[in-house]
């Protein structure tokens, strides 16, 4: 059962509203995260320019899912997995795409590069090695892509745990079960899973 109330767009008033309002009219839709947000227009207003901002970056639109997809599985995120994988297949991701992206690999090596270094951010809180970085630049990739995994890292990190804290119900078809799941991995060696 949700935590935190939902913020209704019909009885929003002020802040709250405009930035509801806002939301149904760029996405034609209102996910729920939003209007749990809308709790603190502060929040939502934060959260949608920080996203926002994002988009103008060198990263594509299908790449920021990617990380999404990849932070998401980490964090065990159902929502954010039930909305980035909705999202991912509306941008052209395939369901093998999504999966591999979920377990934080990719067939594509510049997009299995991405997928490495912003597991190894959450995996490791940010303290990546000079050989994490280096692969990364190796693949192709710059100094302003650099900074921009590490801020979809964060975004992500943050409505991960915001779902987590307020259990956001899910307005989105549900995720996939993940195929080949690493936790299966983690309990058949004995070793502590980490998702």
Do not use: W
Not at 100 to 106: E, H, I, L, Q, V
Not at 161 to 179: I, R, S, W
């Amino acid at each position: 059962m949700q935590r935190l109330n939902s913020v209704s767009p019909e009885t929003a008033e002020g802040k709250a509203k405009t930035l509801l309002d806002g939301v149904k009219a760029k996405l034609g839709i209102t996910p729920n995260i939003m209007k749990t947000m809308a709790n603190s227009p502060a929040v939502l207003d934060a959260y949608l320019k920080f996203s926002g901002s994002l988009g103008s970056g060198e990263l594509t639109a299908a790449n920021r899912e990617q990380i999404a997809l990849n932070v998401s599985e980490f964090n065990q995120c159902g929502y954010c997995l039930a909305a980035h994988s909705a999202i991912g297949e509306s941008l052209g991701l395939t369901e093998e795409e999504i999966q591999s992206n979920r377990s934080g690999t990719d067939s594509d090596e510049k997009t299995k590069a991405l997928m490495n270094l912003s597991r190894k951010i959450v995996e490791k809180r940010g303290f990546v090695s000079d050989q994490d970085i280096q692969e990364f630049r190796d693949a192709g990739y710059g100094d302003a892509e650099i900074t921009e995994v590490v801020a979809n890292v964060a975004l992500n990190i943050f409505t991960n745990y915001f779902n987590h804290l307020a259990q956001t119900e899910v307005d989105f078809p549900e995720a996939k079960p993940l195929v080949d799941h690493p936790a299966t991995a983690c309990a058949t060696e004995g070793g502590a899973c980490c998702h």
